[in-house]
């Protein structure tokens, strides 16, 4: 029961990013419903967290 609680939580909190991305996908050119417009939309969103990591500067630990 959890899982389906937190899966929900998470489709709804992620909501409005995807629509901006199959948005865009379908500006594309892309068809709904097909593998390609799924690969669009997979592409955005993981090219989308590669950027939120790297707002981030590493730590920096100092040994002294």
């Known amino acids: 029961m959890r899982l389906f609680i937190a899966a929900g939580l ?8 995807t629509v901006e ?14 593998d390609a ?3 669009c939309v ?3 969103d993981m090219s989308d967290e590669r950027r939120r990591g790297r707002d981030y ?8």
């Open 37 to 39: 417009y799924a690969n």
């Open 21 to 34: 991305y199959r948005n865009r996908c379908a500006e594309y050119g892309f068809v709904p419903g097909t």
């Open 10 to 17: 998470l489709i709804v909190l992620a909501g409005c990013e």
């Open 42 to 44: 997979q592409r955005l």
């Open 57 to 64: 500067d590493p730590p920096v630990y100092s040994y002294e």
